[in-house]
């Protein structure tokens, strides 16, 4: 059945409204946990679905707000900030699919060459980890960085490559991120149309003859 009755779009806009904000904060506490490794932080694409958690969060409040007041003014502002958070998160979830692990090992090695000894030696202390990659391309800042490492695994010869404990960590936050951001993506489309829709209604309990 169609929702075409004025509390019935009413209930439906304010009900996808709640649903933006769990999705808001859900991108927020994917993107914070992604950025938790420290170093991952350098993937520069998280703190973009940070702020676009944070406009869907702010966004859909004034929705809300909007379609319980059927506010005029609050549902103009909201269509067209929703359609832009539309096309901001469509392509920022686009760009979390489609970052490569190959990508991502230039990103990690440019932040580690900008490391000191000491931040490399805290981290690898934390994640439990001796030097980034363990590849030929970087075979001797590798070799330098294990010779230094101060993990609890060296003495067990037991040792996974901080490269590799945060490749796996940032590709999956990239993937939870890219794949919910771009699910509920489309979904404010339907949101901007139920809102265009739900402005253009008259609400019963007003004066019949006054267009609200």
Known sequence: ??????????????????VYMLVGLLLIGVAAWGKGFGIVSSIHIIGGVIAVGVFLLLISIV??????NHHQVLLFFYMVIL???????????????????????????????????????????????????NDTLSINQFRMDYANCGAVCKPKNQCYTCGDKMLQHS??????????????????????????????????????????
């Open 1 to 18: 059945m169609v929702c075409g009755g004025f509390t019935c779009s009413k209930k439906a806009l304010s009900s996808l409204n709640v």
């Open 63 to 68: 929705g809300l707000i909007g379609a319980i």
């Open 83 to 133: 359609f832009l958070v539309f096309i901001i998160q469509f392509g920022v979830s686009c760009s979390c699919l489609a970052i490569n692990r190959g990508q991502q090992e230039q990103l990690l090695n440019t932040s580690w060459g900008h490391l000191s000894n000491q931040t490399r030696m805290e981290l690898e202390t934390r994640l439990d980890c001796c030097g980034l990659l």
């Open 171 to 212: 590709q999956e936050a990239l993937q939870i991120l890219g794949g919910v951001g771009l699910f509920f993506s489309f979904t404010e489309i339907l949101g901007v149309w139920l809102a265009v829709r739900y402005r253009n209604q008259k609400d019963p309990r007003a004066n019949p003859s006054a267009f609200l």
